[in-house]
């Protein structure tokens, strides 16, 4: 029987796989750092094994007859060649045949963002893969941006007028599971995006909408910092933040592809529709 392991399983995206999976005929595996804590998070039916990207000792026994990887990088990890690759190469030794790792949007033509440089290294081991290259993640509104929303009634980044093509995990989840299951997406890249680009202020107006309060968009550059700063994010952390919604502000990512809606044969979830499935985590109680 086909065996996956799903790595970032206690994440947003990984949950959500192995969610999906469990309806599949496959063996499903979550690679964590604690199987116990992880049991509290996804559940006694989920079989979790030990695995630890800077414990190469934790290979070995993660990857015996696994067929498929789902790859996700750990955001504290940056260092590809050394804290990556080890174990890329474990799984090739261990027979690994597909890897299915969730990338970002614009991967392939910036060299220097860890994605970008774990694809390449992926390709060069000559392990079929499928990159999953995502656009920002509708659900970052409910973790790290949820308390000023909740609290204050404040969207605070420092994303300007730009536009955004946001993407909801579900929909990632549901073509990672796609290209997982189905052989023909071995070779291939896919740009997931939703089927609309916004600006914050556009999406504060839904929020207003659908919370009943008003919600602003603030996009001080010099706030989010000090915000982020006080709220115990570390410097290295808030810089790719920075980075990443300066790339929004440039009209960066705006880009809108087909690619979610021909996987998933319909449309992708909107802004509108997360927010209001969502709607109890900024609401208070």
Known sequence: MLKILVMGATGNVGREVLRLLLSHNCN????VRNPDTAKDILGSNIECVRFDFTNPDTFANAFVRVNKLFLVRPPALANIRKEIAPALDAAKLAGVKHIVFLSILGAESNPFVPHSQIENYIQKLGIKATFLRCSFFMQNLNTTHREDIKTR???????????TS???????????????IEDRHQGKAYTLTGSEALTYYEVADIFTSVLGKPIRYNPSLLKFIRKMRSSGFAIDFILVMVAIYTTARLGLASKITSDTEQLLDRLPLTIRQYIEDYQQFWLSS
């Open 28 to 31: 499903v595996c979550a690679a």
């Open 153 to 163: 009634g404040e969207l605070l980044l420092p994303a300007g007028n730009g536009k």
């Open 166 to 180: 946001f993407i909801d995990i579900r929909d990632i989840a549901a073509v990672a599971v796609r290209t997982l």
